[in-house]
């Protein structure tokens, strides 16, 4: 377990830096109380690791945010959103409605399901990225999207619009975004399942202002991937994981450079990581980390992946 804290502190110091304390505290655990689940509050050279009992645990989805002071304010399972208090965001129940919700009431399974981003041209909003699947006799996985004044609420805050249908396609579970390179703006990013297409949504002041999409050129892999989108500290590169059947379950990442001002992918590659295995986990790091038995691949200044036992350099 301290391997894994600090294998956690590491990963996330360089992005912590750079985000104004939204992703000051991390919230963790298991559902369902009374079992103890857990805190991180992250600064500029340590972390803090608490246990606490919570009404609100995560099976899979989990997002949760701080405001520029560093204050923890939101968070969300995928099935609702809490307060500052860890209780019911004003008008936060009854998200992502359908019957995969319903099936899994303590938590959604969708690794990646949801993300909380500063609402763009809004000092007291939060816009909160969400999926889910539609139903149980197709493939399609829809993204939603709804917004959170902290004006409301006596200050705790309160949902204004909820379960905006952005996207209702056979999408890979996982979403993710990127801060424009205007400073202010976000792409918000979702791949669709055995698919080399990316969709890729600006998100401005004035809303969500395109849904564009393109192919990035690598052979579709199998379905019901669990990409595991993740950009690097500068934006400019994006990494992703496909496996190539459900038998074999050999493992890839694409690896794609990313235009911040466009919103264009270019220069795909596909990189073979790990044969006869799901790969779970990789990242972008700046730090050099090897964990004994832990998924990890990284990529700081070169191509690095997983072998079973460690990381190690291409």
């Known amino acids: 377990m301290k391997k894994l804290k600090m294998l956690l502190f590491l990963i996330l110091l360089p992005q912590l830096l750079l985000a104004q304390f939204y992703n000051h505290q991390w ?6 109380p009374p079992f103890l689940c857990g805190r991180i509050e992250f600064d500029s050279t340590s972390y803090t690791y608490s246990t ?3 009404k609100m645990g995560f099976e899979g989805t989990q997002g949760n ?5 560093g204050d923890f304010i939101i968070s969300s ?3 609702w ?6 209780d019911t965001l004003l008008n936060g129940s009854g998200l992502n409605p359908g019957y995969f919700v319903n099936s899994y009431p303590n938590g959604s399974l969708i690794p990646n399901g949801n993300f909380l981003i500063p609402t763009p041209g809004d000092t007291s909003g939060y816009t909160l990225f969400h999926q889910t699947e539609v139903n149980s006799t197709s493939s399609n996985c829809a993204l939603y999207y709804s917004t959170i004044d902290m004006n409301l609420d006596v200050g705790l805050g309160g949902v204004l619009s909820k379960n905006n249908i952005l996207i209702n396609d056979s999408l890979s579970w996982g979403i993710t975004a990127c801060k424009h390179a205007n400073g202010r703006d976000w792409w918000i990013i979702a791949t669709k399942d055995s698919s080399d297409k990316i969709y890729k949504l600006l998100y401005t002041d004035n809303g969500i202002v395109s849904i564009d999409s393109q192919s990035l050129n690598f052979y579709p892999h199998a379905y019901k991937n669990i ?7 500068e934006g400019n590169l994006l990494a992703f994981n496909v496996y190539d059947n459900p038998v074999d379950r050999n493992s890839f990442v694409i690896l794609c450079d990313f235009d911040r001002c466009t919103g264009n992918f270019s220069n795909t590659r596909v990189i073979s990581v790990y044969s006869g295995a799901y790969l779970w986990g990789y990242l972008f790091s700046e730090w050099r980390v090897s964990i004994h038995k832990y998924f990890c691949v990284y990529f700081p200044d070169k191509h690095v ?10």
């Open 52 to 54: 606490e009992v919570r």
């Open 27 to 32: 919230l963790i655990g298991y559902w369902p």
């Open 65 to 69: 945010i701080c405001n520029t002071n």
């Open 77 to 79: 399972n995928g099935v």
């Open 227 to 233: 990409p595991q989108l993740c950009f690097n500290n």
């Open 305 to 314: 992946k997983f072998t079973g036992e460690y990381c190690r350099h291409l």
């Open 81 to 86: 959103i809490a307060n500052a208090n860890n």
